[in-house]
Every structure is written in structure tokens, then in C-alpha cells.
């Protein structure tokens, strides 16, 4: 079992970036994804990283805005987010899955294990 907590979210102007920590209590063997969702929305996964190398997913609406990365002495996954849209308000969740890959972590949306989001507000 890991644990996963995420910080970072707050408030930020449209054009702005956040960086999002997801602190975990071990990165072996475990793909971490990015998930969101916001109000009445249905929970979408973002940006996924394997366990194993740098292989990385992003969905479209993301892609080219947000980074994926992870620093494995520190056992911490991040999302860069940059040029952010009100659309991009939601909470944000981290999530592991063991010997995951990224792409099909993020669209089957399927993990072991949670944390308990952090939220990002992108107003003026």
C-alpha cells in the first residue's frame, strides 16, 4: 500500500501556473497519474508517468500546458502547470497503480490507491 499526498493547488490568475507535489511513501513500482474533476464533472485522468522510465501521458486539453515529472531520492511526483484556464479549476488528485503504464492509467482512470486532492482555482 502507498500513500500519497498531494499540496500545492490555491488561487490563480488565468495565464498563471501552479505546481502540484504528490509526496508518496514509495515510487517503486508505481505509475502515478494526475487525476481532476471539477463540480458535476466527471473525474478525468490528465497526465500519467510510469513506474519504470520516463514515459509519459497527457490528455489533449492539457498537453503542451502541464509536465509531468518525478524525482524518485524524494519519492515525489509534480505537475507543472502553466498558461492555466478557468476550465482548469478543479480538485486535484494523485493516484498509484502498481506496474501501471501511463496512457492506460489515465484513461481507464483505474488506481490502488488515492490522495485526498488538492484544489486549483483559475479566476480573474
Known amino acids: 500500500q502507498v500513500q500519497l499526498v498531494e499540496s500545492g493547488g490555491g488561487l490563480v490568475q488565468p495565464g498563471g501556473s501552479l505546481r502540484l507535489s504528490c509526496a508518496a511513501s514509495t515510487l517503486d513500482d508505481y505509475a502515478i497519474g494526475w487525476f481532476r474533476q471539477a463540480p458535476g464533472k466527471e473525474r478525468e485522468g490528465i497526465s500519467c508517468i510510469s513506474s519504470r522510465d520516463d514515459s509519459t501521458y497527457y490528455t489533449d486539453s492539457v498537453k503542451g500546458r502541464f509536465t509531468i515529472s518525478r524525482d524518485s531520492a524524494a519519492n515525489t511526483v509534480y505537475l507543472q502547470m502553466n498558461s492555466l484556464k478557468p476550465e482548469d479549476t478543479a480538485v486535484y488528485y494523485c493516484?498509484?497503480?502498481?506496474?501501471?503504464?501511463?496512457?492506460?492509467?489515465?484513461?481507464?482512470?483505474?488506481?490502488?490507491?488515492w490522495g485526498q486532492g488538492t484544489e486549483v482555482t483559475v479566476s480573474s
Open positions: 493516484a498509484a497503480a502498481l506496474y501501471g503504464r501511463p496512457m492506460a492509467m489515465c484513461v481507464a482512470k483505474i488506481a490502488g490507491s
